[in-house]
């Protein structure tokens, strides 16, 4: 009996350990998320969200670019044509001021002109939307392109090459 009860307090204490031991990894992932939201961080100053330049442009501009480069295929036959356009035009155009946060050490200057090239053109291509100019529209679409492409080019070997 006495051998029984001993075992039992064993067994115990080593369960005891073992959920104590357990337990930190298995809410590591709530820590993280706790602490996170503890670190003191400016909440009246913009920031940047995802600081990788790739998913960036994979979650924010491809597929807007994706959307855009349908509804660009041919004049828009109702008001949601239109709308889709100036939609599109705009999250590009105001995305594009997003990369001056993402400017990198080196050839900055280069990195600022196609950002604010490609802003510009996206500029005008929400205006003609707006004014439901297709001539127009399509002209500042495929200027935007080559300005997006041209820091395609010079920051990633020509890589990303964008077809209107
Ligand atoms: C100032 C530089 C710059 C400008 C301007 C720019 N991009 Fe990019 N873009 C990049 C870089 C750098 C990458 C590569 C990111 C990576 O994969 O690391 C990229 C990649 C991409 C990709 C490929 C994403 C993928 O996951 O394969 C697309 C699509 C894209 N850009 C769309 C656009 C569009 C549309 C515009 C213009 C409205 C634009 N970009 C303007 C720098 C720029």
Redo the contacts with the bound molecule.
Sequence with gaps: MKKFVFCLATFGLVLACAVLIQRPTANAGYENVVLATTVAVADDQPEVVED????????V??P???R?KVTMAAAPADNAGWKAMKSDALI??E??NL?FA???DEDAA??????A???V??AELYKAAKAKDFAKSTAAYKS??D??????R???DG??I?QP
Excluded: D, V
Excluded at 110 to 115: R, S, V
């Design positions: 990788s330049m790739h998913e960036f442009m994979e979650y501009f491809q807007t670019y994706k855009l590009l155009a995305s594009c990369l993402r400017t990198p280069a990195w600022n002109k196609h950002a090239a490609s802003r053109n996206g935007m392109l300005n997006c492409n041209a820091c395609h010079q920051f990633e890589k990303h964008l």
